[in-house]
């Protein structure tokens, strides 16, 4: 005969059991963003190599429910340089967040560029992955491999993506989703940028924790990458905002 106790312990573990999925579905996760600054370097540019550190490495965290997502860049506080050491180049990081509305399919980018701000509206792009069998862990977390051959940007990259679907949201860091599950890492073309994620909570959000970004000129991205490539050529090679020449 059950008890009032054990009447109440039954109900309890049905409530515990009922919300566990829905915690997976919400929560945040801290990204490393790891970009190999000699990549797409020129053969004959040792002295700039010299200059500029291979690899730069930032943070960024993704704020997610079953519903909507938002990544966004982590601030970190900047080293001071001195001394009497070579040239150093460091390049500011720009501003920027990325919200996806997974229930309507649309998204909303904030992007600075020379100071100033963006927004670039419009549907969630449908990513063609190849989805394989092929797994690796992410912090406990089994995933799947995807591939993606991009020739979105105007030259070819090879994305490789590493989803959890027990983490079952379609979204990941910056613009990637459209898989089942989250995306826990990223690599393009072999190492030329990595994000990785480096903490997972799944937590419940306060009210209002993810809002698409408003501040900026609306654009489309056809016309913000117009311009990026106009005003970047403009610019004819020399420093423009966002690098900084440290003499050491």
Not at 36 to 41: C, D, F, S, V, Y
Not at 46 to 55: C, L
Not at 78 to 107: C, S
Not at 215 to 239: I, L, V, W
Request: hydrophobic share 40%; aromatic share 8%; with cysteine.
């Amino acid at each position: 005969m059950m008890t009032k106790f054990h009447l109440l312990l039954f109900w309890l573990s049905l409530g515990l059991c009922a919300a566990l999925p829905a915690q997976k579905s919400e929560g945040i996760i801290q990204f490393e963003e790891k970009i190999n600054m000699h990549r797409n370097l020129p053969p004959d540019a040792g002295d700039m190599k010299a200059m500029i550190p291979e690899f730069r490495i930032m943070k960024s965290e993704l704020l997610f429910n079953a519903n909507e997502s938002l990544y966004r860049n982590v601030e970190e506080e900047e080293e001071d340089e001195e001394g009497d050491g070579p040239v150093v180049i460091k390049m500011q990081r720009p501003d920027a967040m990325f919200y996806k509305n997974l229930n309507a399919g649309t998204k909303t980018d904030q992007r600075e560029f020379m100071g100033k701000y963006y927004l670039i509206e419009g549907e969630l792009d449908k990513t063609p992955w190849k989805v394989g069998t092929e797994s690796r862990q992410v912090l406990g977390y089994d995933c799947l491999k995807a591939v993606w051959d991009d020739t979105t940007a105007g030259r070819k990259r090879v994305v490789v993506a590493w989803f959890a679907p027990d983490i079952p949201v379609s979204s990941g860091p910056v613009t990637y989703g459209q898989l089942p599950g989250m995306i826990l890492a990223l690599d393009i073309n072999n190492g030329e940028l990595q994000l990785t994620a480096q903490k997972i909570e799944t937590k419940a959000l306060g009210a209002g924790a993810i809002v698409a970004p408003k501040k900026g000129e609306k654009t489309t991205q056809a016309e913000f990458k117009k311009m990026m490539d106009e005003r970047t050529k403009a610019m004819g090679g020399s420093n423009g905002p966002g690098v900084r020449v440290i003499r050491n």
